[in-house]
C-alpha cells in the first residue's frame, strides 16, 4: 500500500517561499506513476497545482506556473513543492498524490500551511 | 482555468438516490474520459471514488456510479448512508494537458 506524506513549515511569511516535501513509502517516485501537489484554501475546494514524472517531465497550474518549483530525490523517495512570493491567498491545506493514469488514487493526509506576518 | 461546475449542495433521505452533476467544457469533460470523483469527509484527505467516467476502484461501494453525458458528468449514490455524508469533488483532465476540480457539492443525509 502507497503511502505519502507530507512535512514543512506551518507559517510562512508573506512574499517568502512555501516548501513542503512529500515522503513517499511502499512504492518508488521511480515508478511510471505521476505525481501531483493539489492545495485547498480553508472552506473551500480542491486546486490541482502542479505535476510531475520522475523522467523529468511536468505541467504546471497556468495559474501558478510562474512561482512553482518541483524538486525531485530519487534516493530518498520524496519529493518537494516550493512556491515563491506567496500572499495571504496561497493558504490552504497541501496535499501530495499519486497518480494511477489519469486520476490520483493515493493521497498524503495534507499540509496546513497559513501565509502570514 | 475555471472550476468545473457543480451544484453547492445535494440532500437526500437514507435509502434515496441523488445525483450530482458536474459541467465542464470540450476542452475538458467534453474530450476526454479522463473523469474522477472524489469524496472528502471533513478533515480528511479526498479519497478516490470513481475513475475513467464509471469505473469504481477496488473496495468501493457499488452504490457509488457514474457516467458522463457531453460536457456533463454525474455522480448517483444509491441506498443513501449517513457515512454518505460529505463533499465530493469531480475532476477532469484538459486540453491543456491539465487537471481542473469540480466546485464541490456538499452531501446532507436528512
Known amino acids: 500500500q502507497v503511502q505519502l506524506q507530507e512535512s514543512g513549515p506551518g507559517l510562512v511569511k508573506p512574499s517568502g517561499t512555501l516548501s513542503l516535501t512529500c515522503v513517499v513509502s511502499?512504492?518508488?517516485?521511480?515508478?511510471?506513476?505521476?505525481w501531483s501537489w493539489v492545495r485547498q484554501p480553508p472552506g473551500t475546494g480542491l486546486e490541482w497545482i502542479v505535476e510531475?514524472?520522475?523522467?523529468?517531465?511536468?505541467n504546471y497550474n497556468p495559474s501558478l506556473k510562474s512561482r512553482v518549483t518541483i524538486l525531485i530525490d530519487k534516493s530518498k523517495n520524496q519529493f518537494s513543492l516550493n512556491l515563491h512570493s506567496v500572499t495571504a491567498a496561497d493558504t490552504a491545506m497541501y496535499y501530495c498524490?499519486?497518480?494511477?493514469?489519469?486520476?490520483?488514487?493515493?493521497w498524503g493526509q495534507g499540509a496546513l500551511v497559513t501565509v502570514s506576518s | 482555468q475555471s472550476a468545473l461546475t457543480q451544484p453547492a449542495s445535494v440532500s437526500g433521505s437514507p435509502g434515496q438516490s441523488i445525483t450530482i452533476s458536474c459541467t465542464g467544457t470540450?476542452?475538458?469533460?467534453?474530450?476526454?474520459?479522463?473523469v474522477s470523483w472524489y469524496q472528502q469527509h471533513p478533515g480528511k484527505a479526498p479519497k478516490l471514488m470513481i475513475y475513467?467516467?464509471?469505473m469504481r476502484p477496488s473496495g468501493v461501494s457499488d452504490r457509488f456510479s457514474a457516467s458522463k453525458s457531453g460536457s456533463t458528468a454525474s455522480l448517483t449514490i444509491s441506498g443513501l448512508q449517513a457515512e454518505d455524508e460529505a463533499d465530493y469533488y469531480c475532476?477532469?483532465?484538459?486540453?491543456?494537458?491539465?487537471?481542473?476540480f469540480g466546485s464541490g457539492t456538499q452531501v446532507t443525509v436528512l
Open positions: 510531475f514524472h520522475h523522467t523529468g517531465s511536468i
Open positions: 470540450s476542452s475538458d469533460i467534453g474530450t476526454y474520459n479522463f
Open positions: 475532476k477532469s483532465y484538459t486540453t491543456s494537458r491539465t487537471y481542473v
Open positions: 511502499g512504492g518508488s517516485i521511480r515508478s511510471n506513476n505521476w
Open positions: 498524490a499519486r497518480h494511477g493514469a489519469y486520476y490520483f488514487d493515493f
Open positions: 475513467d467516467v464509471a
